[in-house]
Protein backbone atom coordinates (compact mmCIF):
# COMPACT_ATOMS: atom_id res chain seq x y z
CA UNK A 1 0.00 0.00 0.00
CA UNK A 2 1.58 3.66 -1.16
CA UNK A 3 1.63 6.01 1.52
CA UNK A 4 -0.77 8.30 0.03
CA UNK A 5 -3.27 5.13 -0.06
CA UNK A 6 -2.35 4.82 3.57
CA UNK A 7 -3.09 8.25 4.60
CA UNK A 8 -6.49 8.29 2.38
CA UNK A 9 -7.82 4.66 4.24
CA UNK A 10 -7.37 7.07 7.90
CA UNK A 11 -8.82 10.17 5.99
CA UNK A 12 -10.90 12.64 7.89
CA UNK A 13 -14.23 13.65 5.97
CA UNK A 14 -15.33 17.28 5.31
CA UNK A 15 -17.86 18.82 3.67
CA UNK A 16 -17.19 20.70 0.43
CA UNK A 17 -18.97 23.09 -2.10
CA UNK A 18 -19.24 20.79 -5.46
CA UNK A 19 -17.88 23.23 -7.48
CA UNK A 20 -14.29 23.65 -5.81
CA UNK A 21 -13.60 19.71 -7.00
CA UNK A 22 -14.40 20.40 -10.59
CA UNK A 23 -17.56 19.27 -10.89
CA UNK A 24 -19.28 21.56 -13.66
CA UNK A 25 -22.76 22.65 -11.23
CA UNK A 26 -22.19 26.51 -11.54
CA UNK A 27 -24.83 28.72 -12.99
CA UNK A 28 -23.33 28.91 -15.78
CA UNK A 29 -22.10 25.33 -16.11
CA UNK A 30 -18.23 25.89 -15.00
CA UNK A 31 -16.75 24.65 -11.81
CA UNK A 32 -14.23 26.57 -9.34
CA UNK A 33 -11.44 24.06 -9.16
CA UNK A 34 -8.85 24.22 -6.38
CA UNK A 35 -6.00 22.14 -6.90
CA UNK A 36 -4.92 22.98 -3.55
CA UNK A 37 -7.88 21.95 -1.91
CA UNK A 38 -7.87 18.65 -4.16
CA UNK A 39 -4.32 17.83 -4.91
CA UNK A 40 -2.58 18.86 -0.93
CA UNK A 41 -5.78 18.35 1.08
CA UNK A 42 -7.11 15.34 -0.69
CA UNK A 43 -3.79 13.13 0.77
CA UNK A 44 -5.42 13.88 4.14
CA UNK A 45 -9.27 14.78 4.01
CA UNK A 46 -12.30 12.72 2.22
CA UNK A 47 -14.53 15.68 0.57
CA UNK A 48 -18.51 15.18 0.59
CA UNK A 49 -19.92 17.73 -2.07
CA UNK A 50 -22.98 20.07 -2.07
CA UNK A 51 -24.33 22.18 -4.46
CA UNK A 52 -27.86 22.82 -3.05
CA UNK A 53 -28.53 25.14 -5.84
CA UNK A 54 -28.40 21.99 -7.73
CA UNK A 55 -29.99 19.82 -5.26
CA UNK A 56 -33.32 22.23 -5.27
CA UNK A 57 -33.52 21.72 -8.65
CA UNK A 58 -32.50 24.94 -10.47
CA UNK A 59 -30.38 22.75 -12.94
CA UNK A 60 -27.44 23.11 -14.54
CA UNK A 61 -27.12 26.18 -16.71
CA UNK A 62 -29.68 28.22 -14.65
CA UNK A 63 -30.66 31.40 -14.09
CA UNK A 64 -27.99 33.16 -11.30
CA UNK A 65 -29.44 34.00 -8.41
CA UNK A 66 -28.17 37.09 -5.98
CA UNK A 67 -29.21 38.18 -2.31
CA UNK A 68 -31.58 40.79 -2.04
CA UNK A 69 -32.67 43.19 0.50
CA UNK A 70 -35.91 43.33 0.77
CA UNK A 71 -39.01 44.24 3.75
CA UNK A 72 -38.85 40.47 4.41
CA UNK A 73 -35.35 40.14 4.86
CA UNK A 74 -32.18 38.97 2.79
CA UNK A 75 -33.67 36.98 0.18
CA UNK A 76 -32.39 34.62 -2.87
CA UNK A 77 -33.86 36.20 -5.88
CA UNK A 78 -32.90 35.76 -9.76
CA UNK A 79 -30.86 38.68 -11.34
CA UNK A 80 -32.68 39.05 -14.13
CA UNK A 81 -35.78 37.81 -12.93
CA UNK A 82 -36.99 38.63 -9.60
CA UNK A 83 -39.97 36.84 -9.58
CA UNK A 84 -37.31 33.84 -8.61
CA UNK A 85 -37.25 33.13 -5.37
CA UNK A 86 -35.36 30.09 -3.30
CA UNK A 87 -34.61 30.99 -0.43
CA UNK A 88 -36.72 28.77 1.60
CA UNK A 89 -35.85 25.91 -0.56
CA UNK A 90 -32.49 26.45 0.38
CA UNK A 91 -32.85 27.10 3.84
CA UNK A 92 -34.52 23.65 3.93
CA UNK A 93 -32.52 21.99 1.81
CA UNK A 94 -29.32 23.42 4.69
CA UNK A 95 -31.91 22.05 7.40
CA UNK A 96 -32.28 18.28 5.34
CA UNK A 97 -28.01 17.64 5.43
CA UNK A 98 -27.86 18.90 8.73
CA UNK A 99 -27.67 15.33 10.11
CA UNK A 100 -25.21 14.05 7.36
CA UNK A 101 -23.33 17.44 8.04
CA UNK A 102 -23.00 17.21 11.81
CA UNK A 103 -20.70 14.08 11.17
CA UNK A 104 -18.40 15.69 9.23
CA UNK A 105 -15.05 17.01 10.73
CA UNK A 106 -15.04 21.29 8.80
CA UNK A 107 -16.67 22.47 5.50
CA UNK A 108 -14.74 24.61 2.18
CA UNK A 109 -17.38 26.59 1.22
CA UNK A 110 -17.09 28.60 -2.03
CA UNK A 111 -16.15 32.47 -1.73
CA UNK A 112 -19.06 34.85 -2.43
CA UNK A 113 -21.64 32.20 -3.52
CA UNK A 114 -25.41 33.90 -2.98
CA UNK A 115 -25.94 30.19 -1.62
CA UNK A 116 -22.79 29.19 -0.44
CA UNK A 117 -20.30 31.87 1.07
CA UNK A 118 -19.68 32.16 4.61
CA UNK A 119 -19.67 35.92 5.05
CA UNK A 120 -19.37 39.20 2.63
CA UNK A 121 -21.27 38.31 -0.28
CA UNK A 122 -22.88 41.34 -1.81
CA UNK A 123 -26.45 42.14 -1.00
CA UNK A 124 -28.65 44.50 -3.78
CA UNK A 125 -31.52 46.63 -3.34
CA UNK A 126 -34.77 45.22 -5.29
CA UNK A 127 -33.35 48.25 -7.69
CA UNK A 128 -30.39 46.37 -8.02
CA UNK A 129 -27.74 48.48 -6.27
CA UNK A 130 -24.97 47.01 -4.04
CA UNK A 131 -25.80 47.93 -0.22
CA UNK A 132 -23.78 45.77 2.06
CA UNK A 133 -23.05 42.63 2.38
CA UNK A 134 -24.66 39.32 4.42
CA UNK A 135 -23.90 35.46 4.38
CA UNK A 136 -24.50 32.62 1.82
CA UNK A 137 -28.60 31.48 2.52
CA UNK A 138 -27.33 27.99 2.77
CA UNK A 139 -23.88 28.49 4.68
CA UNK A 140 -25.36 30.13 6.96
CA UNK A 141 -28.33 28.27 7.99
CA UNK A 142 -26.07 25.24 7.98
CA UNK A 143 -23.79 27.15 10.25
CA UNK A 144 -26.44 28.35 12.77
CA UNK A 145 -27.49 25.01 12.83
CA UNK A 146 -24.00 23.68 13.64
CA UNK A 147 -21.94 26.61 15.06
CA UNK A 148 -18.98 24.61 16.57
CA UNK A 149 -18.40 23.06 12.79
CA UNK A 150 -15.04 24.56 11.64
CA UNK A 151 -15.78 26.08 8.24
CA UNK A 152 -13.76 28.18 5.50
CA UNK A 153 -13.65 29.60 2.23
CA UNK A 154 -11.78 28.62 -0.18
CA UNK A 155 -10.37 32.26 -1.33
CA UNK A 156 -9.53 32.48 2.77
CA UNK A 157 -6.95 29.67 2.56
CA UNK A 158 -4.17 31.75 0.54
CA UNK A 159 -3.76 33.38 3.73
CA UNK A 160 -1.44 31.25 6.03
CA UNK A 161 -2.59 32.09 8.93
CA UNK A 162 -6.32 31.33 8.01
CA UNK A 163 -5.17 28.09 6.61
CA UNK A 164 -3.28 26.77 9.25
CA UNK A 165 -6.05 27.88 11.59
CA UNK A 166 -8.60 25.83 9.70
CA UNK A 167 -6.69 22.71 9.28
CA UNK A 168 -6.15 23.06 13.22
CA UNK A 169 -9.61 22.90 13.74
CA UNK A 170 -10.14 19.76 11.66
CA UNK A 171 -8.19 18.38 13.11
CA UNK A 172 -9.16 19.03 16.55
CA UNK A 173 -12.76 18.62 15.91
CA UNK A 174 -11.89 15.15 14.75
CA UNK A 175 -10.68 13.88 17.65
CA UNK A 176 -13.59 14.74 19.19
CA UNK A 177 -15.67 12.66 16.91
CA UNK A 178 -13.33 9.80 17.48
CA UNK A 179 -13.83 10.77 21.76
CA UNK A 180 -17.70 10.58 21.24
CA UNK A 181 -17.22 7.06 19.15
CA UNK A 182 -15.28 5.74 21.75
CA UNK A 183 -17.46 6.19 24.33
CA UNK A 184 -17.44 9.58 27.07
CA UNK A 185 -15.79 9.54 30.62
CA UNK A 186 -15.13 11.76 32.96
CA UNK A 187 -11.27 11.07 32.40
CA UNK A 188 -11.70 10.89 28.97
CA UNK A 189 -12.56 14.41 28.32
CA UNK A 190 -10.02 15.24 30.90
CA UNK A 191 -6.90 13.68 28.89
CA UNK A 192 -8.32 15.06 26.19
CA UNK A 193 -8.33 18.74 27.28
CA UNK A 194 -4.64 18.26 28.99
CA UNK A 195 -3.38 17.07 25.40
CA UNK A 196 -4.93 20.16 24.12
CA UNK A 197 -3.90 22.63 26.64
CA UNK A 198 -1.02 24.58 24.95
CA UNK A 199 -2.88 24.85 21.41
CA UNK A 200 -5.66 26.49 23.24
CA UNK A 201 -3.37 28.56 24.75
CA UNK A 202 -1.79 30.00 22.01
CA UNK A 203 -5.30 30.89 21.03
CA UNK A 204 -7.41 32.68 23.33
CA UNK A 205 -6.07 32.44 27.03
CA UNK A 206 -9.58 33.33 28.95
CA UNK A 207 -11.15 30.87 26.85
CA UNK A 208 -8.31 28.55 28.10
CA UNK A 209 -8.63 29.26 31.62
CA UNK A 210 -12.60 28.67 31.41
CA UNK A 211 -12.03 25.02 29.79
CA UNK A 212 -9.77 24.35 32.91
CA UNK A 213 -12.22 25.12 35.07
CA UNK A 214 -15.28 23.53 33.47
CA UNK A 215 -13.15 19.94 32.94
CA UNK A 216 -12.22 20.31 36.85
CA UNK A 217 -15.90 19.88 37.31
CA UNK A 218 -16.21 17.07 34.97
CA UNK A 219 -16.87 14.21 37.19
CA UNK A 220 -19.28 16.11 39.66
CA UNK A 221 -22.48 16.77 37.20
CA UNK A 222 -24.21 15.99 33.93
CA UNK A 223 -21.09 14.71 31.90
CA UNK A 224 -23.18 15.06 28.56
CA UNK A 225 -23.82 19.01 29.27
CA UNK A 226 -20.02 19.34 30.36
CA UNK A 227 -19.14 17.66 27.09
CA UNK A 228 -21.24 19.97 24.75
CA UNK A 229 -20.61 23.52 26.54
CA UNK A 230 -16.76 22.12 26.38
CA UNK A 231 -16.43 21.41 22.58
CA UNK A 232 -18.52 25.24 22.42
CA UNK A 233 -16.23 27.09 24.01
CA UNK A 234 -13.18 24.99 22.71
CA UNK A 235 -13.97 25.47 19.04
CA UNK A 236 -15.10 29.34 19.65
CA UNK A 237 -11.09 29.43 21.27
CA UNK A 238 -10.17 28.27 18.01
CA UNK A 239 -11.50 30.26 15.92
CA UNK A 240 -9.53 33.80 17.47
CA UNK A 241 -5.97 33.27 15.30
CA UNK A 242 -3.21 32.94 17.15
CA UNK A 243 -0.31 35.92 16.89
CA UNK A 244 3.20 35.48 17.31
CA UNK A 245 2.69 37.22 20.66
CA UNK A 246 0.42 33.67 21.58
CA UNK A 247 2.26 31.69 20.38
CA UNK A 248 6.37 33.14 22.07
CA UNK A 249 3.91 33.03 25.48
CA UNK A 250 3.51 29.00 25.15
CA UNK A 251 7.06 28.38 23.62
CA UNK A 252 8.49 30.22 26.28
CA UNK A 253 6.36 27.75 28.46
CA UNK A 254 7.05 25.20 26.76
CA UNK A 255 11.04 26.13 27.54
CA UNK A 256 10.54 26.46 31.26
CA UNK A 257 10.45 22.55 31.20
CA UNK A 258 13.91 22.43 30.13
CA UNK A 259 15.49 25.18 32.44
CA UNK A 260 16.86 21.99 34.38
CA UNK A 261 18.44 19.85 31.88
CA UNK A 262 19.43 22.75 29.31
CA UNK A 263 23.09 24.11 29.86
CA UNK A 264 23.67 27.72 29.46
CA UNK A 265 24.27 28.08 25.61
CA UNK A 266 21.55 25.80 24.87
CA UNK A 267 19.17 27.81 27.33
CA UNK A 268 20.53 31.00 25.52
CA UNK A 269 20.21 30.04 21.59
CA UNK A 270 16.73 28.48 22.44
CA UNK A 271 15.67 31.86 23.56
CA UNK A 272 17.44 33.78 20.83
CA UNK A 273 15.41 31.44 18.53
CA UNK A 274 11.96 32.39 19.98
CA UNK A 275 12.52 35.71 20.05
CA UNK A 276 13.44 35.78 16.14
CA UNK A 277 9.97 34.31 15.73
CA UNK A 278 8.24 36.94 18.42
CA UNK A 279 10.33 39.83 15.52
CA UNK A 280 9.40 37.96 12.93
CA UNK A 281 12.59 37.00 11.70
CA UNK A 282 12.10 33.57 11.37
CA UNK A 283 8.87 30.85 10.92
CA UNK A 284 7.15 29.40 13.74
CA UNK A 285 8.69 25.91 12.71
CA UNK A 286 12.31 26.69 13.48
CA UNK A 287 11.61 27.49 17.38
CA UNK A 288 9.19 24.38 17.41
CA UNK A 289 11.79 22.07 15.93
CA UNK A 290 14.12 23.40 18.18
CA UNK A 291 11.58 22.75 20.83
CA UNK A 292 11.32 19.47 19.91
CA UNK A 293 14.62 18.34 19.53
CA UNK A 294 15.68 19.03 23.20
CA UNK A 295 12.20 17.33 24.60
CA UNK A 296 13.51 14.18 22.35
CA UNK A 297 16.90 14.14 23.75
CA UNK A 298 15.02 15.28 27.49
CA UNK A 299 12.01 13.50 27.37
CA UNK A 300 9.19 14.79 29.52
CA UNK A 301 5.51 12.50 29.31
CA UNK A 302 3.36 15.78 29.66
CA UNK A 303 4.81 18.09 27.17
CA UNK A 304 5.22 15.10 24.42
CA UNK A 305 1.75 14.18 24.69
CA UNK A 306 1.06 17.97 23.96
CA UNK A 307 -0.86 18.25 20.21
CA UNK A 308 0.30 21.67 20.05
CA UNK A 309 4.02 20.24 19.04
CA UNK A 310 2.19 17.94 16.09
CA UNK A 311 -1.35 19.49 15.53
CA UNK A 312 -1.58 18.34 12.09
CA UNK A 313 0.78 16.50 9.26
CA UNK A 314 4.28 18.08 8.90
CA UNK A 315 4.25 17.71 5.09
CA UNK A 316 1.11 20.53 5.09
CA UNK A 317 4.42 22.90 6.15
CA UNK A 318 1.70 24.86 7.61
CA UNK A 319 3.42 26.53 10.15
CA UNK A 320 6.42 27.09 7.54
CA UNK A 321 5.32 30.94 6.89
CA UNK A 322 3.67 31.40 10.42
Not at 112 to 123: L, N
Not at 310 to 320: A, D, Q
Request: hydrophobic share 35%; aromatic share 8%.
Amino acid sequence: MSEIQAKKDNSIRIGISSCLLGQEVRYDGAHKHSRYITETLGQYFEFMPFCPEVAIGMGIPRAPIRLVSTADGIRARGVKDSSIDVTQQIEDYAMQVVPQVKGLSGYLFKRASPSCGMERVKVYTEAGMPVNTHSGIYAGSLLQALPELPAEEEGRLMDPVLRENFIERVFVYNRWHNLLDEGLTAGKLVDFHTRHKYSVLAHDEPKYRQLGQLVAEAGKGDLQKTATRYISLLMQALTKKATPKTHTNVLQHLSGYLKEYLDTDDKKELLEVIDSYRLGLVPLIVPITLLKHHFRKNPDAYILQQYYLNPHPKELMLRNSL
